[in-house]
């Protein structure tokens, strides 16, 4: 496969470009005006303007709200949903996975979706986009996931941006629209010697780390590693749970709305830290508690070390075992939580000078997006996949499995309205043939996946010509028969990591498209 460039969006007659970073515990939109790349402000309860919706949504007798307005009826008693990103995170979560909100099950993309849609309420009410539509395909909005995410957090992501009335035109990898933003911001940093920025991306929930080589406007994502698993929350609860020490009160003491209310304290304790802070000061039930910072520290030390660890292989090293820089213009610290005092201080005990934190390390990946999203940037991203992707066979006339590899985990994505394609051919033996593709952190020196690995989907393809109208395969037993026909297999993967598959029986033309991780209603 070869690297294909793209610009993003690529079309000359957008009147709008959106950059929307939908976060753990916030979402951030930035616009592209002129050059410039404004993050769009919210407004609360109280009339006090944000450059951020919170990421929560609450259960009212009235139905579903959202942002700011869940926060209060949080406060009132209303169930909240936090963190509804981190279940995206699972390979295992499709458009209709419930979620418990106080005693009701709904659907995650409905819930999604609902928020979403609030969310385009409150852009369509800002006095600078009153009149754009941001449905029409002049409209050009730039989307993120994490780096690490599967193809179900990518299909859904997008699906329910588009039923909510969003014109989506691309889908990046969080990182690699910081690393946009990093050009944008330092390209005094860069020269022909350092062209390498490693973005550094510690959000609500997730943590993200990408090498990106920058030559002039062209950027090319060499390679990411991250954790669903990580991120600000946990920093949040870990001090929610010194507070609860120190008071003697067990979490399943507390009310829901007393736990929202720690949590949220304890959320803004956090991000109020500064180099200088000594103590924070948490209220739980008329009590007021004391929590040192050198205590926080301590604790959270292990969840950046993690960061770290995971970081750490994709700067190449010297034979001395010391970090080799000399290529490096920056490394780059992005996200919400990268604000946390002690990422900053081991980071830089680590690699010097040439750490650099974003001025606004919660909205540059919302501002790398609108620049992603800005036909007249002049930037191209040449962005990888994250996981592997491939198909379990049987193999020696079935008394093994084999593992075939379609795609690594740095192999290139295709530009926008292109596809790179895999195609193989095979020797059928059943009647019906089952394809068990997967997907996984990453392919080991055999071949074979390793990490994470989850199911993706499983695929049955008729290769008896009376199955071709049969209602549903999986009632059917399926048989070796030694004497299928041939199959032709295609495997389409555009520029999102979406997999589209064409399954050909090349006897007589036969075919099946699938759409691998598509939105069941």
């Known amino acids: 496969m070869t690297s294909q460039q793209r610009t993003l969006p690529g079309r000359e007659d957008q009147v709008a470009a959106l950059g929307i970073d939908l976060g753990t515990t916030r979402t951030v939109v930035a616009v592209s005006d002129r050059g410039n790349y404004p993050v769009l402000p919210f407004t609360d309860g109280e009339g006090d303007d944000h450059f951020y919706l919170p990421s929560v949504s609450a259960l009212t007798p009235a139905g579903l709200v959202h942002g700011f307005r869940a926060r209060q009826a949080a406060r009132q008693g209303a169930p909240l949903l936090r963190s509804l990103k981190r279940l995206l995170a699972s390979p295992r979560t499709t458009w209709s996975t419930p979620v418990r909100l106080g005693g009701q099950e709904l659907a995650v993309g409905e819930v999604l979706t609902s928020y979403l849609r609030h969310l385009r309420e409150e852009i369509a009410a800002l006095p600078a986009l009153a009149e754009v539509d941001l449905a029409a395909a002049t409209t050009s909005v730039v989307v993120a996931v994490p780096a ?204 010097g000078r040439r750490v650099h934190r974003s001025p606004y390390p919660g909205s540059s990946t919302a501002i790398g997006l609108a620049i992603a999203a800005d036909p007249q940037s002049g930037l191209t991203l040449s962005d990888r996949l994250s996981r592997g992707f491939g198909v379990f066979r049987e193999s020696e006339n079935g008394e093994r499995t084999s593992f075939d590899v379609l795609l690594r985990p740095d192999s290139v994505q295709a530009g926008a309205g292109q596809a790179t394609v895999i195609e193989r051919e095979y020797q059928a033996v059943h009647n019906v043939a089952r394809f068990r593709f997967v997907e996984c952190a990453d392919i080991d020196e055999r071949g074979e996946p390793c990490g994470r690995t989850y199911p993706y989907q499983d695929v049955l393809f008729p290769l008896e010509a009376g199955l071709r109208d049969h209602a549903d395969l999986r009632q059917v037993e399926v048989r070796r028969t030694g004497n299928g026909p041939r199959v032709h297999e295609r495997y389409e993967v555009d520029a999102d990591g979406q997999i589209q598959v064409t399954l050909t029986d090349i006897s007589d033309g036969y075919r099946r498209r699938y759409v691998l991780g598509q939105r069941q209603d």
Do not use: W
């Not at 946990?234 to 007393?258: H, I, K, Y």
């Not at 660890?309 to 080799?324: H, I, N």
């Open 148 to 351: 690490h995410a599967y193809g179900a957090q990518r299909m859904l992501t997008r699906d329910a941006f588009e039923a909510a009335g969003f014109h989506v035109t691309a889908v990046v990898n969080e990182p690699s629209a910081a690393g946009l933003e990093y050009t944008h911001r330092r390209s005094d940093t860069l020269s022909s010697r350092r062209t390498r920025v490693l973005v550094y991306d510690l959000g609500g929930g997730t943590f993200d780390s990408s090498v990106v080589d920058v030559t002039g406007g062209r950027h090319e994502v060499l390679a990411s590693r991250g954790l669903p698993d990580l991120g600000g929350d946990d920093v949040d609860l870990l001090l929610a749970q010194m507070v609860l020490e120190r008071c003697g009160t067990q979490e399943e003491d507390l009310s829901p709305t007393e736990l929202d209310d720690l949590l949220e304290q304890c959320q803004e304790a956090k991000e109020g830290l500064t180099p200088q802070t000594r103590r924070v000061v948490v209220e739980l039930r008329g009590q007021s508690v004391v929590v040192d910072t050198a205590e926080i520290y301590r604790r959270c030390a292990p969840l950046v070390a993690r960061s770290l660890a995971v970081m750490e292989p994709l700067l190449s090293r010297l034979d001395d075992g010391s970090p080799d820089l000399s290529h490096v213009a920056g490394i780059y610290l992005v996200g919400g939580a990268s604000a946390f005092p002690p990422v900053a201080r081991a980071l830089r005990e680590r690699y």
